[in-house]
């Protein structure tokens, strides 16, 4: 059995990688995307 990264496994790495620092950065996945996503302002959010 070869390993190897299949772009299904890299994508699906990168997001959880990405999901766990949001959980660090900012506690709250939903508060996090949104100010991602420029639609909350982080400090009017803090």
Known sequence: MKRYLTP???IL???AIAYML????FGSPLLA???WMGWV?????R
């Open 33 to 35: 995307f949104t100010t």
């Open 8 to 10: 299904r496994m890299l």
């Open 22 to 25: 949001v959980l660090v950065f």
């Open 13 to 15: 790495g990168s997001i």
């Open 41 to 45: 302002d982080p400090q009017a959010a």
